[in-house]
């Protein structure tokens, strides 16, 4: 049996959108892990290098890139983020 899959954001503090990721993720109850590109090259050139995108948020679930945070919020509404985030074993 699997545990849930890991959560990444690659965001930045004042980013609005990454804001509002955050809050959407916590409203499902996930936890997740943020990695602040603002102070940090080598981790904004590995956030391009596997997204291929310059803007925050990027999120993963598990080994899927998502998007941002009009991606994430159009999968909730489409009804399936839930099961991205609580995959039946």
């Given at each position: 049996?699997?545990g849930?899959?890991?959560i990444?954001?690659?965001?930045?503090?004042?980013?609005?959108?990454?804001?509002?990721?955050?809050?959407?993720?916590?409203e499902?109850?996930v936890a997740?892990r943020?990695?602040?590109?603002?102070?940090?090259?080598a981790?904004?050139?590995?956030m391009?290098?596997r997204?291929?995108?310059?803007t925050v948020?990027?999120?993963f679930?598990?080994?899927?890139?998502?998007?941002g945070?009009?991606?994430l919020?159009?999968l909730?509404?489409?009804?399936?983020?839930?099961?991205?985030l609580?995959p039946?074993?």
């Amino acid at each position: 049996m699997h545990g849930p899959p890991e959560i990444v954001i690659f965001a930045k503090p004042l980013c609005p959108y990454c804001v509002a990721a955050k809050s959407l993720l916590r409203e499902k109850g996930v936890a997740f892990r943020e990695v602040d590109v603002s102070r940090d090259q080598a981790l904004s050139d590995e956030m391009v290098q596997r997204t291929g995108r310059r803007t925050v948020p990027q999120i993963f679930i598990g080994d899927r890139h998502i998007g941002g945070f009009d991606d994430l919020s159009a999968l909730d509404r489409a009804g399936e983020l839930d099961a991205l985030l609580h995959p039946v074993a």
